[in-house]
């Protein structure tokens, strides 16, 4: 998708003819190189941990071209400091702005619609602050319905529409930032979950849908075209506001893979104190079994790396 914007791959998706030659001639065939793993781990301090997971991938130029447009979607829905670990590391944040920016991005946006006061979220989480020295990136939370637009989800088996921001529709680039954390309601809020920040009807997940089979459905048409997911601490216990148990484990885990980037945090973090499998994660078993993404880290490459 890092070619097109994404309202041009929503119409592709609702029926455009586009070939498949066509489709393989956009991608670099670096994308494809058997040294390119399919999950990355980098361990060390957040902004070198962040740029190292994505160096393994290939580097930020294989997810962003020069003259786009891309969103960020961390976690900064709680007005919370960043050592509760309810909201992503302002470095993880700040860096991959700094990143895409090198990479020739004109425009970096970090978005979230924020569940506590929006001003309050942006200050306490230090993500505003952290990335006001990245030139043309902007933190912004969105809580108008004038900034969201009706669109269908292709596809989808159960949660069929929704009302996404308009920034991200108009935008080239997705990537995914959250911070890996515990909730009451899905297990786990990693990627997948953490798309449910940038829709406006999103409490019909809870009341109208099946949450976890909705959550896969959503991630048909708010699919990351890079996940890197937080995981310098992680909020084990009483999330996804805290205050909770947080255990450092300093690593950063990044994938082209939504589903295999969640399964992958599911797997190495001791949820409540207690190994748990992905498979147990009803969202991220049903993407995988919609083919949506995979699940199956054991047979995935993975790649690692100490900074």
Known sequence: ?????????????????????????????????????????????????????????????????SGQKVVLKPNMSFDNPPRMATTTHPEVVSTLAAMCREAGAEEVLILDHTLRGAEACLENSGIRAACQPVPGSEVRAMDTPEGFVRTEIAGAQHFTRTEVMREVLEADVLIAVPVAKHHGSTGVSLSMKGMMGLIANRSEMHWRYDLHTSIADLCRVLKADLTVIDVTRALTTNGPSGPGEVKTMNTVVASKDMVAADAQVVSMVPWYGKSVSPRNVEHIRVAHEWGLGRMDVDNLNVGRVVV
Do not use: C, H, Y
């Not at 066509?22 to 999950?39: G, H, K, Q």
């Not at 301090?45 to 294989?62: F, I, N, Q, W």
């Open 1 to 65: 998708m890092s070619r097109f914007s994404r309202r041009e791959f929503l119409k592709w998706q609702a029926g455009a003819a586009i070939t498949l030659a066509s489709s393989i001639s956009v991608f670099p065939t670096r994308l494809w190189a058997e040294n390119v793993p399919d999950i990355a781990l980098a361990e060390g301090k957040p902004a070198a941990a962040t740029r190292a997971a994505v160096e393994l991938l290939g580097g930020m130029k294989e997810f962003v071209r």
